[in-house]
Nanobody, 126 residues
Framework: QMQLVESGGGLVQPGGSLRLSCTAS????????VAWFRQTPGKEREGVSC????????NYADSVKGRFTTSRDDAKNTVYLQMNSLKPEDTGVYYC???????????????????WGQGTQVTVSS
């Protein structure tokens, strides 16, 4: 059974950077697609980025293109979300999710993932 743990969230000023980590235990991420989602109160959970195997993606939501970068380190069984030029509207709880299937259609990273982390809070505020 895969378990995902996010880390790296926190409080940052507008224009700042954070790097989130999503580390898996119980199963290797080698053959899994991994996505990052974020949720703010009153809004639907939004797919931020997704990366798949063998060479799918990474794909990004329009709102973060050019600012966020997803990468994976197979040796550490970890996927990262580097977030630069952060804006107040990036505030939310960020979740990583994993699945054997590739769930990107309609131009979006979809929520069809079986495994989810507990989330990490990102707050962008001065």
């Amino acid at each position: 059974q895969m378990q995902l743990v996010e880390s790296g969230g926190g409080l940052v000023q507008p224009g700042g950077s954070l790097r989130l980590s999503c580390t898996a235990s119980g199963t290797s991420l080698d053959f899994y697609s991994v996505a990052w989602f974020r949720q703010t109160p009153g809004k639907e959970r939004e797919g931020v980025s997704c990366i798949g195997r063998p060479n799918y993606g990474p794909n990004y939501a329009d709102s973060v293109k050019g600012r966020f970068t997803t990468s994976r380190d197979d040796a550490k069984n970890t996927v990262y979300l580097q977030m630069n030029s952060l804006k107040p509207e990036d505030t939310g709880v960020y979740y990583c999710a994993a699945d054997m299937a590739w769930a990107y259609y309609g131009g979006k990273c979809q929520k069809d993932y079986n495994y989810w982390g507990q989330g990490t809070q990102v707050t962008v505020s001065s």
